[in-house]
């Protein structure tokens, strides 16, 4: 059987969550998060290591409320995203207080990870067909020794991914013909209200978004030699960002870069499942009411880790 591993990004502060830590907040009958149908989705699937990126502050609650139960189904590492994890000569600029965004998050996995594995974020919901397929796609097709890097994502239909709650950023995709990604675009503020949905570029411009369109939900899957590129990248990136203290070194923009210089190939999966998230306070409650939808239909037992 060949190994895949299961890496969860479960270091990001919540900024627009409000209350307490929004990865930990419970959503399911029995007190379940949303992480733990992730991991229940993905062990199904067949990875058969869970790695979660943490805060070094936080080890311990999240052991409490998280490790412990997930180290009984399935072998789990931590790994730990700091500002003050930087390259050889690189220090943390004056005024910097939040690390540097999701690739320096995934090499923090540097090490601990040497096989195929998928990337997803702690408060995503994504659903049991996203998990198979990227499963499928890393054991019986990559390519990990490719010199053009062989990874795969998770394509949600964008109208699955929305919040009654306010607005949302999303990667919006291009793809080519053959199915593989040709660009990942970040839009903001996109809102659907009524039939209509609006969003703007970076710079605020309005653009034009479908409600069919593929989008990235950062669940990727990735070779394990990924990790050698995504190292050499964050210097570059940090040479760039010098004298910005909010710049974020971005899982998705690296990897569309890559694209872009033809040094990545991104098969994009399409998946038809719903898409939760709590990126609002008034989300939780919608995300509950889902939960127990799916508990209903049978799609979960009731108590996920002891029904």
């Given at each position: 059987m060949k190994n895949t591993?299961?890496?969860?990004m479960a270091a990001g502060l919540g900024s627009r969550f409000g209350t307490g830590?929004?990865?930990l907040e419970p959503v399911g009958p029995n007190g379940e998060i949303i992480m733990d149908y992730s991991i229940h989705d993905g062990?199904?699937?067949?990875?058969?290591?869970?790695?979660?990126?943490?805060?070094?502050?936080?080890?311990?609650?999240?052991k409490q409320k998280v490790g412990r139960r997930v180290e009984d189904v399935t072998k789990v590492e931590y790994a730990y995203q700091e500002l003050l994890a930087l390259p050889e000569g690189y220090k943390v600029p004056e005024g910097r207080t939040k690390p540097w965004g999701t690739g320096q998050a995934v090499l923090s996995i540097k090490g601990l990870v040497h096989e195929p594995f998928v990337v997803i974020n702690a408060d995503d919901y994504y659903g049991k067909e996203a998990f198979r397929?990227?499963?499928?796609?890393?054991?019986q097709e990559m390519d990990t020794e490719a010199k053009v890097y062989d990874i795969c994502m998770a394509g949600f239909i964008l109208s699955n991914t929305l919040s009654e709650n306010g607005s949302v950023t999303r990667g919006v995709c291009r793809l080519n013909e053959d199915g593989t990604l040709n660009q990942v675009?970040?839009?903001?503020?996109i809102w659907q209200k009524g039939t209509e949905i609006s969003a703007c570029d970076e710079e605020g411009?309005?653009?034009?978004?479908?409600?069919d369109?593929?989008?990235?939900?950062?669940?990727?899957?990735?070779?394990?030699a990924f990790l050698d590129e995504l190292e050499r990248g964050f210097p570059v990136f940090l040479d760039n960002?010098?004298?910005?203290?909010k710049a974020e070194y971005l899982l998705p923009k690296f990897i569309d870069e890559l694209i872009q210089k033809n040094k990545a190939q991104v098969k994009v999966l399409e998946t038809r499942d719903k898409w939760f998230g709590v990126t609002y306070q008034e989300d939780k409650a919608a995300v509950a009411a889902a939960i127990q939808g799916l508990v209903e239909k049978g799609v979960y037992k009731e108590n996920l880790y002891n029904g």
């Amino acid at each position: 059987m060949k190994n895949t591993t299961l890496v969860i990004m479960a270091a990001g502060l919540g900024s627009r969550f409000g209350t307490g830590i929004k990865q930990l907040e419970p959503v399911g009958p029995n007190g379940e998060i949303i992480m733990d149908y992730s991991i229940h989705d993905g062990l199904e699937a067949g990875f058969n290591k869970v790695v979660f990126i943490i805060r070094k502050d936080l080890e311990a609650v999240f052991k409490q409320k998280v490790g412990r139960r997930v180290e009984d189904v399935t072998k789990v590492e931590y790994a730990y995203q700091e500002l003050l994890a930087l390259p050889e000569g690189y220090k943390v600029p004056e005024g910097r207080t939040k690390p540097w965004g999701t690739g320096q998050a995934v090499l923090s996995i540097k090490g601990l990870v040497h096989e195929p594995f998928v990337v997803i974020n702690a408060d995503d919901y994504y659903g049991k067909e996203a998990f198979r397929k990227i499963h499928d796609y890393m054991v019986q097709e990559m390519d990990t020794e490719a010199k053009v890097y062989d990874i795969c994502m998770a394509g949600f239909i964008l109208s699955n991914t929305l919040s009654e709650n306010g607005s949302v950023t999303r990667g919006v995709c291009r793809l080519n013909e053959d199915g593989t990604l040709n660009q990942v675009k970040e839009t903001y503020e996109i809102w659907q209200k009524g039939t209509e949905i609006s969003a703007c570029d970076e710079e605020g411009n309005p653009v034009l978004v479908r409600g069919d369109q593929q989008v990235s939900m950062n669940m990727w899957g990735l070779p394990p030699a990924f990790l050698d590129e995504l190292e050499r990248g964050f210097p570059v990136f940090l040479d760039n960002a010098a004298g910005n203290l909010k710049a974020e070194y971005l899982l998705p923009k690296f990897i569309d870069e890559l694209i872009q210089k033809n040094k990545a190939q991104v098969k994009v999966l399409e998946t038809r499942d719903k898409w939760f998230g709590v990126t609002y306070q008034e989300d939780k409650a919608a995300v509950a009411a889902a939960i127990q939808g799916l508990v209903e239909k049978g799609v979960y037992k009731e108590n996920l880790y002891n029904g």
